[in-house]
Each structure stands twice: as C-alpha cells, then as structure tokens.
C-alpha cells in the first residue's frame, strides 16, 4: 500500500484474498450465468455461492437479496419500489443527513411528480428524534427512508425502533446500510425493515457491486427492465466477478469482525481522547451518539480542512474532510450543516475512517502528523 490510507468511508483496499476469488471469473470461467451448458452452470453455482456469503453476512436467506451494481442503485430501486407500491401515497420521509443517492431521487420525486418530501433534522450528535418521526407519519406516506450509519460522523441509528414504528403505521421502511454492513453484526432478517442497501466496495470487495435485500412480500417493481435475471429484480448480464469478490469479501468481513470491532473501537478512542487532550479548540463530532467503530469526525477550531489534508497528503496520510462524492467542495456538508456545527470549527473538519488493514502505528503516525498541521495551520505557517 502506498502511504496510510484512513479514508475507508470513501471505499476500502480490496482484500488481496478477494481478489484471488475475483480471478479465474476474470479468466477460464467466463460463461454466462444464463446459459444452459457448462460454462454457464459453472458461473451460475458461483453467483449462488455468492449470495449466501452475502446473506449469511447480513443475517438474511439469499433469495431476499439480488445483486446490483451497488449502494446507489439499491438506494434508487427502493425509492422506485416505494413510489410505484402505491402511486397515490405521495408523502415520504427520510433525513437531512442522507447519501445524495437517497436525496437526489427524492428531489426528483417532489420536482416531477409532486411528492412531498420530509426530511427529518438531527440533532448536534447527527441523532434523530423518534417521537418526530412518529409524528410525521401520515395515511399517505409511501416509505421512511433512513440510513443505518452515517458516512461522515458513523452515526448509528435505532433501526430496530425505526422499523417497527414504520410497521405500527403500515409504511415500508427502507435503509441505506452501506456503511454499517461488515462493521457490525447485522440480522436483517430480524428488522423490520422492507428494504436494505449494501455496497461492495465499503468492505474491501470490488467497486460497482452491491445487493439489495427485499423482505418477503415488500412491494416491488424492477428498476432496470429487461431479460429475467435475478429472479426478474435486476435485469443484465450479472456482474460474476464482482459478485464473487463481493461474497469473499462478506465471508472475509463476518470472519473478522469479532477482533476488529473492538480493535478500531480502540484506536478511534485513542486517537480521539490524545487530540482532545493535546489540542484546544477539538470537537468531536456525533462523540455523544452510538457511532461506528472505524468512524472519527473531527473539527479543529480556526482551521481549513483543504490546507489540512494538503499538509497530510504531503507526508503520504489519506484522510477526507467528507463524503468522496464532494470532496472537490470546500464548503461543509449538508451533514454537518445539519448538525449545525459552529461555524468556527466546521471549516476545519476531517473524516478519518479505519478499516480491518489499519494498525496502531497507523494510527499514531497520523496522531503526530495530525498535532502538528493543527499547529502550523493555527499559527499561519501553512499560509
Ligand atoms: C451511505 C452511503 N450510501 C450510498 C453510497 C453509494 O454507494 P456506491 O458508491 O456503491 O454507489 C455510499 C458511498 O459513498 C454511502 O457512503
């Protein structure tokens, strides 16, 4: 690897194991899983195998999930799925803090179609409040769509109390859990919950892969129409290779969550608790919520993000201010301006997010590199 890599959020290293699963279906077993002889069983047993790794991953039977071409698509088909349940329902609810493939949909939904979006607040630790959601509920809304955990903050929320206030009222409920799935243990099929995005590329598989999974009996209508496979949900030729490094890297996730969890749990508190304690003028951002173990979000008072990562990238440290999807934008997120960060810190605000790959010295290296672009910011010396 090329210098220290703590931007896991954005996407992850491919585990050198999935990649040895992705190979030969880059190579010798290139059938297609449709096709009726050999070399099309073959890839078929492998798309199979698949999808029970994923499954077994996130605590559900594989005939609930099919495989897309990841969390944005999941994102988009559960909208579709809710609009089209019933198109007289036009009222839908999600968050201020959603991924832009759940709110640019929803913007689409309210300028074309009229639908009347609600986006919930959080509060300063990026939590929701449920009796808000309760009461936002109406006969006519279509779906409550909330994430599991936030990309920028690792904010976790309460999908078991989430779901079953949606089911008390009959609404379906959906959740983006790309940044949850393989960080923590998961029984989707426990939740009551209609619909659940996963992403490959977040737990060390390959980009442009990722499954949704759909309750028994949720509604649903295709997304992407064609020829049948995926049990008619997915239509196109299916993506084998990064289905099967998919799967390996849900295995591969399931396998070392119970030393990692812990483990990043430790290095996020260490590194937080020295900056807080080296430093004036930090703040951890969502530090009072339930939070991902592998997520920090962290402002550093009269500070500029951008001058910030300049700083680390020069010494080989990858580290974000936010979401990869914005990360040319200097302004601050939509997230933390939902959280209503002061304005002092929000400009000096970074994400450093960990994987399974990161180590001690990792983290310590950044802890020293990171005090002292703090300092040299501060002073105007990075000017
Ligand atoms: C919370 C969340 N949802 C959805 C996505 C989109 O996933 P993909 O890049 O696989 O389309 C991301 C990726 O950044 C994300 O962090």
Redesign the pocket.
């Known amino acids: 690897m090329r210098g220290i890599y703590l931007d896991n ?3 992850t290293p491919l585990d050198p194991q999935v990649r040895e699963a992705m190979l030969p279906y880059l190579t010798d077993r290139f059938g297609n899983p449709s096709s009726g002889h050999r070399f099309g069983e073959e890839t078929r047993l492998a798309l199979e195998q698949a999808r029970e790794q994923v499954a077994t991953l996130m605590g559900c039977a594989p005939e609930q999930l099919f495989f897309t ?7 988009n088909t559960a909208i579709w799925c809710a609009a089209w349940a019933d198109p007289r329902k036009r009222h839908i609810i999600s968050s201020a803090v ?5 709110l640019v949909p929803l913007r689409f939904l309210a300028e074309r179609f009229g639908y009347e979006i609600e986006l919930l607040p959080v509060d300063h630790d990026g939590g929701l409040d449920l009796d808000q959601l309760a009461r936002a509920m109406r006969p006519d809304t279509a779906m409550v769509s909330l ?1 599991a ?3 920028e903050t690792g904010v976790l929320w309460d999908l078991e109390r989430i779901g079953a206030l949606c089911r008390k009222k009959g609404v379906l409920c959906h959740s ?1 859990m ?2 949850r799935a393989g960080k923590m243990p998961t029984q989707a099929d426990a939740l009551p919950v209609d619909y659940i ?1 996963l ?4 737990l060390h598989g390959p ?4 499954a949704l999974f759909v309750r028994r009996g949720a509604p649903f209508t295709p997304f992407i129409m064609g020829s049948g496979q995926e049990n008619g949900r997915r239509a196109g030729t299916e993506n084998v290779a990064g289905i099967v490094g998919f799967g390996m890297a849900c295995e591969l996730a399931m396998q070392s969550m119970p030393e990692t969890e812990p483990r990043l749990h430790a290095l996020r508190d260490g590194l937080e608790s020295a900056l807080l304690a080296d430093l004036a003028g930090v703040r951890i951002n969502g530090r009072n919520a339930p939070r991902l173990p592998n997520t920090s979000n962290i402002s550093f008072e009269h500070c500029s993000s951008a001058m910030l990562i300049q700083e680390l990238d020069e010494q080989g440290m990858a580290i974000s201010a936010h ?3 914005q990360s040319g934008d200097l302004d601050p997120s939509h997230v933390l301006t939902a959280m209503a960060i002061p304005e002092t810190f929000v400009h000096g605000t970074l994400r450093v997010s960990m994987s399974r790959f990161t180590t001690r010295e990792e983290t310590e290296l950044l802890l020293t590199a990171l005090k002292a672009a703090v300092q040299k910011a501060r002073t105007g010396l990075a000017l």
């Open positions: 959020n954005a996407t071409s990841g969390g944005t698509e999941g994102n959603e991924h832009p493939s759940v994430m955990a936030n990309n983006d790309v940044q995005s992403a490959s590329h977040k980009k442009g892969c990722g979401a990869a999807c």
